[in-house]
């Protein structure tokens, strides 16, 4: 049973566009991370959130947590080549090691 | 300063054969973390060590073991090599243990096990 959802597992969009790319759990989590993994690479921490509808951006990149710490979301706004990759979310409860989400794989076609 | 470093970062087995892969973590680092990533299954935990005790251990058989060096060095083996088996294996740094709340990985760029 995995315990993070993501979805779309495959997303392949123009450049210039917006999208939003989901994290789902039916657990509570005491924070959440996203990581990006690009070709021949390992994954690459951008963020971490840990209060319930916590939002960070980080540059044209929003995370938000939800308000009850089940799930999360990352929205990028005027996609570029370089945004793509395959997106993971991680989780934490408590003392329990970091469970990692099902991926998606963003393509951005120039 | 310099990151986790896997090797190798390539390697082709055959079946029934066995083999060790390597990871140095970032220097004061005494956590590595190893994962198994397929396109199938995702990342999936395999073990922690910490201070050269094995501390966490995910859901695989017996012939994934590993071992971590007084230098924080670490090395995975796999025996009996079977063609699900073929994955990226990526280790992971942390200072501290990473079921402490501290959960911060840098992960290697992976070694990519292919068995024929």
């Known amino acids: 049973t995995q315990l993070l959802e993501q979805s779309p597992q495959f997303l392949s969009i123009q450049e210039g566009e917006n999208l939003t790319v989901y994290c789902n759990s039916s657990?509570?989590?005491?924070?959440l991370q996203w990581y990006r993994q690009e070709p021949g690479e390992g994954p690459v921490l951008l963020v971490t959130?840990?209060?319930?509808?916590e939002v960070k951006k980080l540059k044209r990149l929003t995370f938000q947590f939800g308000d009850a710490r089940k799930d999360s979301s990352l929205h990028i706004t005027a996609a570029q080549p370089g945004d793509t990759g395959l997106y993971l979310c991680?989780?934490?409860?408590?003392?329990?090691?970091?469970?990692f989400g099902t991926g998606t794989r963003l393509t951005i076609i120039p | 300063k310099a990151g986790v470093t896997q090797t190798p970062r390539y390697l082709i087995k055959t079946r029934g054969q066995q083999v060790t892969l390597s990871c140095s973590p970032i220097?004061?680092?005494?956590?590595v973390s190893w994962y198994q990533q397929t396109p199938g299954q995702g990342l999936q935990f395999l073990f922690e060590?910490?201070?050269?005790?094995?501390?966490n251990k995910g859901n695989f058989p017996g012939r994934f073991s590993g071992r971590q060096f007084s230098n924080s060095r670490s090395e995975m083996n796999v025996s009996t090599l079977e063609l699900g088996d073929s994955a990226l294996y990526l280790c992971?740094?942390?200072?501290?243990?990473?079921?402490?709340?501290?959960?911060?990985?840098?992960f290697g760029a992976g070694s990519r096990l292919t068995v024929l």
């Open positions: 060590y910490f201070s050269e005790t094995q501390r």
């Open positions: 220097s004061g680092h005494r956590s």
């Open positions: 959130v840990v209060t319930g509808g």
């Open positions: 657990s509570v989590f005491s924070s």
């Open positions: 992971a740094s942390s200072p501290r243990l990473t079921t402490s709340g501290a959960n911060v990985l840098t």
């Open positions: 991680a989780g934490a409860r408590g003392n329990e090691k970091l469970t």
